[in-house]
């Protein structure tokens, strides 16, 4: 992360980890498939999560379940 901190400056916020990135956030894009953003704590996300705005990319999360758990959450469905 040093070398993009050196190219981009602070035009960006920086976080140690992807929970950390979400203090103070108001929405979350999924976009990536990657097993650590498959099974986060959602539950758990909610106490930095400001608006709970999720956008799920990859179609990785239940639409119901999130309903359910107070997020406004938006499903953008991949191409096969």
């Given at each position: 992360m040093?070398?993009?901190?050196?190219?981009i400056?602070?035009?960006?916020?920086?976080?140690e980890d992807?929970?950390?990135a979400?203090?103070g956030?108001?929405a979350?894009?999924?976009?990536?498939?990657w097993?650590?953003?498959?099974?986060?704590?959602?539950e758990?996300?909610?106490?930095?999560?400001?608006?709970?705005?999720?956008?799920?990319?990859?179609?990785?999360?239940?639409?119901?379940?999130?309903?359910e758990?107070?997020?406004?959450?938006?499903?953008?469905?991949?191409?096969?």
């Amino acid at each position: 992360m040093s070398n993009i901190k050196e190219q981009i400056t602070d035009k960006i916020n920086y976080a140690e980890d992807h929970y950390n990135a979400l203090k103070g956030a108001n929405a979350l894009i999924i976009a990536m498939e990657w097993s650590e953003y498959r099974t986060p704590d959602i539950e758990g996300m909610e106490k930095d999560f400001e608006k709970k705005i999720f956008f799920d990319w990859r179609d990785l999360f239940d639409l119901f379940n999130m309903k359910e758990l107070g997020y406004n959450y938006e499903r953008i469905c991949r191409e096969n």
